[in-house]
C-alpha cells in the first residue's frame, strides 16, 4: 500500500474517532468520496493499523444503527417547519 493511503486512512480514522464522525461528514471534511473513507476505514486500515480500525470500526457501528432515527427527526423537522 502507497504511504500517502496509509497515511490518509490514519488521519481519517482519527477524525472520525474523535468527532464520532459519519463517513459522509469525514469524507466532506477531507474532500473524498463516502466509497473511499469507507475503504479506507474498513478495509485498507487494518493491514496499517488494527487498533485505531477496531475504533474506528465501533463508532461507524453506533453511526449506522442510529441512522434511521437521524433520517426520522430530519424529515420531522421537515414538516414541521413547513406548518
Avoid: C, W
Amino acid at each position: 500500500m502507497k504511504e500517502y493511503i496509509a497515511q490518509r486512512a490514519t488521519t481519517i480514522a482519527a477524525y472520525i474517532i474523535e468527532n464520532n464522525a459519519t463517513v459522509r461528514q469525514a469524507a466532506k471534511v477531507f474532500g473524498a468520496s463516502k466509497s473511499t473513507v469507507h475503504q479506507d476505514v474498513v478495509h485498507r486500515l487494518v493491514l496499517v493499523n488494527p487498533g485505531l480500525a477496531r475504533e474506528a470500526r465501533k463508532v461507524l457501528d453506533v453511526n449506522k444503527s442510529e441512522r434511521h432515527i437521524r433520517g426520522g427527526l430530519a424529515t420531522r423537522e421537515k414538516y414541521r417547519h413547513k406548518m
